[in-house]
């Protein structure tokens, strides 16, 4: 018997500690953790920069409430904003959180209320988040769902066209489904959103809860399309591990977010904030991106040379899909007992999600582990 809700299909191990991408259970066997918490330890574990980072602030300060000033926010606010469109940033504490600000926001400042959302995507278990959610999976046995999301095929331009009408205040979506089953959207695609934005004034807000902080390669995956977003949320990798979430948005919305209107009371705290401080510096250095994006081609070369040609690679950066076009629940349990931790992304999916430090060493080693898995040969 257990004490806690079964809401989650857990796993049988306990992994008591970690350092890098390496984890270890209570028995102490090792594993190459390609999961890395969904996205989330993206420095690895137990990186000692944010060790150091959550010992010092700790010992300085780790709440005060946003009834006070906060320099380390606005810090953070500037150096996620620097070189992008967004002027502003609130801070929260969950990807499903920073998708309810961003709800708000654009309601609040068009005065509509309907957002169009995607089939397949994942915005989060709240009940906004939940209603903007394109899958109905998630829906189930909650009653009637928030009004108002408009949920369209995705890359299906003339769908997309046909759902615009004068209610629609913004149209919210992945640049890759990530929970979906790694869908990136086609540039056509991109081009039609910004295109449909731009001429009837309609807000943009990209979901960078999985794709943001470097994950895809860039600082944010909107980069490397043509969508110029009014809004963006982030949670997963932005804390490396401690939980914060995040939404940006241009000066032209400031006004609607006036004091009074939202609020979190953890949201923001130096502890987070400080850690998250640390985690972007690592990742938004040049070199650092440039590295993901060479591991990226490393790893993605390699699966289209081993695996069978009815195997499709997909994604970006470290966010990497296997679809096999079968179940794959039972490769991912042998990949388990083999020693390498990999995570699903619809039923057919296997989804890569490694720490962004991850070796080329641990690549080949985990590209070998899943090649047995797979039942495949590999040349390693
Ligand atoms: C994980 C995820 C969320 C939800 O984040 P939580 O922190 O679990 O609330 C929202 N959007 C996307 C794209 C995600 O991958």
Not at 89 to 95: D, I, M, P, Q, V
Not at 138 to 154: A, C, D, H, W
Not at 311 to 326: A, H, Q, T
Request: net charge negative; with cysteine; aromatic share 8%.
């Amino acid at each position: 018997m257990s004490f806690l809700f079964n809401n989650y299909s857990r796993r049988p191990i306990h992994i008591v500690s970690g350092k890098g991408t390496v984890v270890k259970d209570d028995k102490g066997k090792e594993y190459l953790d390609f999961i890395s918490g969904i996205a989330v330890v993206s420095l690895g574990h137990a990186h000692p920069a944010i060790v150091d980072i959550i010992k010092e602030q700790s010992e300085k300060l780790w709440h005060v409430s946003n009834l006070f000033e906060s320099p380390e926010q606005e810090k953070l606010a500037e150096t996620l904003t620097k070189d992008t469109q967004f002027s502003h940033a609130f801070f929260c504490n969950s990807g499903a959180e920073a998708n309810e600000a961003a709800i708000k926001l654009a309601r609040k400042h068009t005065g509509k209320h309907v957002i169009i959302t995607f089939e397949q995507s994942f915005h989060g278990r709240t009940f906004g988040a939940m209603a903007a959610t394109g899958q109905e999976k998630i829906k189930q046995g909650f009653g009637p769902m928030l009004e108002s999301f408009r949920t369209v095929p995705f890359n299906d331009p003339a769908a997309l066209i046909a759902a615009i009408d004068d209610d629609v205040a913004a149209i919210m979506l992945e640049v890759i489904q990530g929970e979906g089953g790694v869908h990136e959207i086609t540039s056509e695609f991109a081009d039609t959103i910004a295109e449909i934005c731009k001429s009837k004034g309609i807000l943009c807000i990209v979901d960078e809860v999985q794709t943001g902080v470097g994950r895809t390669g860039t600082r944010y995956a909107y980069e490397q399309t043509s969508l110029v977003p009014d809004i963006m949320t982030l949670a997963k990798g932005l804390g490396g591990g401690f939980p914060i979430g995040a939404m940006l948005g241009t000066a032209e919305l400031f006004d609607a977010f006036g004091p009074g209107t939202h609020g979190t009371t953890f949201g923001g705290n130096p502890l987070a904030v400080s850690v998250a401080q640390t985690v972007v510096e690592h990742i938004f250095d040049c070199t650092f991106l440039e590295e993901v994006q060479r591991k990226s081609d490393y790893v993605i070369g390699k699966l289209q040379g081993i695996l069978p040609t009815t195997y499709e690679v997909r994604g970006k950066g470290l966010l990497i899909g296997i679809d096999c076009k079968e179940d794959v629940t039972t490769f991912i349990r042998e990949a388990e007992e083999a020693g390498l931790l990999v995570v699903q992304a619809g039923p057919s999916v296997i989804r890569l999600l490694p720490p962004l430090t991850v070796t080329v060493g641990e690549i080949d080693q985990a590209i070998g582990l899943l090649s047995s898995a797979l039942q495949i040969p590999s040349t390693i």
